[in-house]
Each structure stands twice: as C-alpha cells, then as structure tokens.
C-alpha cells in the first residue's frame, strides 16, 4: 500500500493507493470518523460485481449501531445532472443522513463528480470519502475535489470545490474494469508522463505493448500520478494560479471531442488522448516544440484508441463549433501546449487558423486509419 | 453612511449601510470589480418598483462596454427550490456569465439565498454582491454566506457556504416596504437584542410604539445588528463552534411554527418572535432564567405580530411532529436558551415534556388573543 498526502486550504486528507484496501485501511478510517449512517453512492453496476464487498467492509466498520443507506443511479454522463442529484438529496433525507454522517461515492468518474456535489451542497456540506473504481477516476478525478454535474450541452457547468476526507484506490477491483476503460485511464495517465514526469510515459508505453489490465505495477503508476497530482492541487487549489490549468493538457480538444461526438460515445480518456495529438501538433505548428513531439504521441497513445468506435466520424468542422461555444464560457482562450515532453505552457491568444488546422490534421490522421493499431 | 468589516477564512468583506448606496459605494465597487457582464437576479414585485434605479446605476458603473443579463424569479418561500436554481443556471449560461462574472442578488431573504446558491454553484462559484431589500435580510440572511434552497419538507436542506464580495443595505428602498415585513424584520433585530444587546431592546420598543417603516435611526439599528453578525460569522464561520448556533435563538420552534402553518403563511419574522416567546418560557420552566424573562419577550415582541394571520390555528401537536421531523435531521437537539437578557446558553438534553408545555402554552396564549394589540 501506498500513501499520498494532500494539502490544501479546504481540506488536508490521504490518498491511499493498494490492493485490498476496503478490508484494511478502509474500515479503520471510517471507525475514526464514526458516522451514525453512511450514504453509500454508487452504480447497480459496479454495485453488481463489488457491492457486496463493500457492504462487508462499512458492516464491519460501523457495528450493530451503524447503517448504510445506499443510493444507486444508472451508469454514464448523461446521467450526471441535476436530476440525479435531485434525488440523491431526497434519498438522503429519507435516509436521515445528517451533518455528521459520510457519504461514500463508489465508482468511476461520473458517480465521483455527482455524489461528491450531493456532499457537497446537502445541509450545506457532509463528509465524503472517494472510493474511485475505474483507473481515470483513480489518477485524476478522486482527488482535488472538483465536483459538478453538467447542464444540457455544458460539462461540469454545475459544481463545488469539495475536497473529501479521504481516498480509497483498491487496485483489485481494477481485475474487473474492461480493457477498454483501461486504455481510457492509461490515457490520463500518459498526461502526467507529457506534463511532469517521463518515468510514467515508459510505464505506458510498457503496459500497452502488454495490453493486460490489473497487471502488477499499477499501484507504483497509480500513486505517481496521485503524487503529481497532489503537488499541483496543493498549489492551486481553486484553478486560479495558471498551475491546476495545466492538468488540462489535452482537455480543450478532448471536451468537444466529446460533445461532438455525443455523450457516452467515447471515453473520456480516449478524448482527451486525441486531443493531446491536437495539442502536440498545435505545439509544432505554434514553433514552440521541435519536430518529432507529434510522433511520439502518436506512438504513445495509439495504441490507447483501440477500441474507440469514432474510425470515420470525426467532423472538424463540428469540433470547432463546440471548441467556440466553450470559448464564450470562458474557457478554451487558453491552450496548454508543450515545449517538449515535460515542459508545459500556457498560451494565450492562438491564431485561429493553427487551431483549425491541427483539429483537421488529426482528424485528418484518425480517418486514414492506416497505421493505428 | 456606515461600513462593517466580516473577516472570515471563506472571504473578507464589506456591509455598507446607508441611504442612497445604489449611486455611490455601489457603483465604485462594481467599476472596482470591472465584470464584462452581470447577472442580476431580482423578483418581479421589487423589480417593478426598484430595478430602475438599480439598472441605472448599473449602466454608470460597467459604461458601453458592459451588460447586464437579467434573472427574475417569483417571490416566496415556494419558490426557493431546486426548479428556480436551475433556470437561473440556464439563463446564466444562455447570458454567457462566465467565473470573471459577477452575480447580484437583488431582493428579501428568498432571492438572497437561492441566488447566493445559485452563484456558489454555477461554474464552481462565481462573485456574488447581496443587495438585500427588506429589513430581514440587511440584518440577517445577506451577511455571513449561508445560501440555500429548500427541499419538499426540509427547509434549507441544500446549500453552501459562500461569502459575498460585498453587501449593500440601502435603508432608501426600506421606505416601500410593507409594514407587516418590516415588523417581520424588527423580530430579528430584536434577536440579536435578546442574544447580546440591551440597547437594541430599546431601539425595538421605541420603533413599535412609533409603527413606522422607514423612520430614522434605521441606519444605526441595521448597523449594529451587521456588527453583532460580522463577529459571529468571524468567529464561527461554518457553524460548528457553537457561536453561530445561537443566532438560531427562536428558530428551533420558529422552523416547525413556519412549515406547521404552510410556506408563505407566516413571515419569518413573525415565526421567530413567537419562537422566541416559547423559547423563553422554556428558559423559565428549565430553571436557567428568573421570571419575567417571558414577559419581557411577551411585551416586545406582540406588538411585531399585528398582521400575524394565524391567531387560532396554531396546533401545538402539530408543531411538535414537525420538530421531531427537524430533530431526525439532527438539528434541534439543541435549544438557545437564555439564562436571562443578553445570557444564551446552548442546552442539550431538554425534557420533552418542557418543551411540549411551552409549545402548548405559548399557542394557548396566542390563541386567546387577549392583550394582544
């Protein structure tokens, strides 16, 4: 087992990263916080397969007094609403869950963002413990406390800075995630390897060449990645410093990848793999990377988009009116782009044309299909 | 003109409390701030007779180059829910208000608390500036950062914790405010006075007597409640000190009065100067306060109650199933009693057959309307 520690002003709290952590250092964290009622949030899903687990892990830890209300809600982005949260609430109360007692979110990326925004608006705030299960949720989302659900045709639109008490990554239930989630997950991975740390692009480079999940070593790339992204949480805990902007490596193309595409179509990883090539190709055209950086993405996270159904049905132009309409949001004035491996910056004021023609080229690339694995 | 300091870890922050702010503070802190658009989020009634005024300071504030996207909302206790929280997200996103944005809340208690959530929420949390309307909500609710909304049967049950840029009581729009809301709001004066300030007592009696809105003296009275509320919320700012909780003196009971009558049947006020009656007598029946503590609440307080339309149907038994129902959510386990003017006390454990007496003798009193004016 490893331990991470975060630290920011909202909140000062461990990641632990290992195999077989809900029957160990689970049930001792959550004895400490003796809660009266647990909320346990989840997806039938996951719930199917780990639930029982889980269940046998909260029975031991609060006794014969404690009691665990769950709430369930369906899988996928388009469920991650104000809908859903709406009845999380009402799920709560009738569950008399109070200022003291702890939700638990059980599940990937989207149960994280929404039940964390549950715990973070219901009586004004409650205890939340992440207990991520996909390997994106993982290495990025359970950690540093953004939350949010999205308003239709606006991601993450809705949202607190909620930082958890806690955060159980329990690399065995990774044994079960499909292999696909897995790539999606590698990819957020291989973003910390582009921004911070070459170790990590090896070890993806490494785990795609072997394409099996669950395999030994995730805990070591696991815990590196919450490391990083501990240090910049910690410096920039509200995204306002230019430092947490970083994290978006990627993000500007991949959100309206995903848009265009249509929720639920792609990953997330897999979009923001796609829109880490746009980024490196912008980098290039941009003059501030040498030649080469595109290729090395491309080596790296090909391999990644091997199951992405999207071969033929990427539209530029399309792309580009999303990448627009987040601009009025605020959002996307900004590219990260790279100098070269591990030397992220931010730029502002990108000609249009460069944006365009990087979207196109990839998009360009993706619809060849030729030498994708 | 007058100004108080809060100071709390959430944000640091001006009360200005005058006549005629909207065309002085209020427009150099907006021109200070320099958003490219802002949300003013009103209701109807206070829009039709002020939004003028409020508009036009607006223009000379953010001059041709700003906007201001507008958001009204219908008046009422029935409207502080999760619907009105999502069409003012839309309309935010539709006006393209982005987190450089700031929001202004511009009305009573209702538009403060939802707007207040709605700008805690929206993009993570953008700026908010209260322009609180009505008396209740100078010398309450716009101070100190609780926003929220309320559930089917819970009120407040969603919220944050989101301190404002800046408040701005302009006594001037007080002169259009119906007397029956300004006694409303005389009863939380007379809170603070019951809670920590002798001379606030007197300002209330003096102000019954005379039954004007709008005297003068108002500015001092909103004032130095501001003053007691800025070094509560400094000392305690998210409620868990045990300082905050007393500001809730009368509201254990006033709560379940107001949800035991219906939303929108008593004003706030009203609930919380009954509230304050039982709480006193419970003071008395406990043994913590000496007779005559009722009394003197009794003497104060009935004249605040004229318009009350709920002489003969408050039903003790009733309000105590509703406070058994605030109790299952782990509040009112505690009751602010007085020890005697100006000596609150927190007291647990307080025998139900107490508080049902009180409950029962304050509603028998009430409805015998006798000395009542």
Chains 1, 2 share one sequence.
Not at 123 to 136: A, H, Y
Not at 149 to 156: I, R
Not at 347 to 356: F, Q, T
């Amino acid at each position: 087992m490893e331990e991470v520690r975060v630290e920011t002003a909202g909140g000062r709290y461990p990641v632990y990263v290992g195999d077989g952590l809900y029957e160990g250092k689970f049930v001792e964290e959550i004895r400490r916080l003796r809660p009266r009622t647990v909320a346990l949030v989840s997806h039938p899903t996951i719930f199917a397969v780990h639930g029982e687990r889980m269940l046998a892990a909260l029975g031991e830890a609060l006794g014969a007094a404690g009691s665990v209300a769950r709430f369930l809600f369906s899988q996928g982005e388009e469920h991650k609403n104000l809908r859903t949260v709406e009845a999380g609430y009402v799920a709560l109360l009738e569950a008399g869950i109070n200022r003291e007692d702890v939700l638990i979110s059980f599940g990937g990326g989207v149960v994280g963002d929404t039940a964390g925004f549950i715990a973070a608006t219901y009586m004004r705030g409650i205890g939340c413990i992440q207990v991520p299960t996909t390997l994106m949720a993982m290495v990025d989302s359970s950690i540093g406390g953004k939350v949010g659900v999205d308003l239709p045709g606006a991601k993450n639109a809705v949202g607190a800075f909620h930082q958890p008490l806690a955060v159980f990554s329990d690399t065995g239930v990774l044994q079960t995630l499909p292999a696909r989630e897995m790539r999606s997950g590698m990819a957020e991975v291989a973003k910390y390897g582009f921004l911070y740390d070459e170790a990590l692009l090896a070890e993806v480079e490494t785990w795609s060449g072997r394409r099996e999940p669950g395999a030994a070593g995730l805990e070591d790339i696991i815990a590196a990645c919450a490391v990083h992204k501990a240090r910049v949480v910690g410096e920039d805990e509200r995204d306002v410093g230019g430092v947490r902007a970083m994290l978006n490596y990627g993000h500007t193309f991949g959100h309206a990848l995903e848009s265009a595409a249509g929720f639920g179509t792609l990953l997330h990883g897999e979009a923001v793999a796609v829109g880490m090539m746009m980024a490196a190709r912008l980098s290039e055209s941009m003059g501030l990377a040498q030649g080469g950086l595109y290729d090395v993405h491309r080596r790296l996270l090909a391999p990644l988009l091997a199951a992405m159904p999207l071969r033929v049905e990427v539209d530029a132009e399309e792309l580009l009116v999303y990448m627009r309409s987040d601009k009025k949001r605020g959002k996307g004035e900004r590219f990260v782009l790279l100098e070269g491996p591990q030397a992220p910056r931010l730029v502002e004021d990108v000609p249009r044309e460069l944006v365009n023609e990087a979207v196109e080229d990839i998009v360009e690339d993706i619809r060849s299909g030729e030498p994708w694995p």
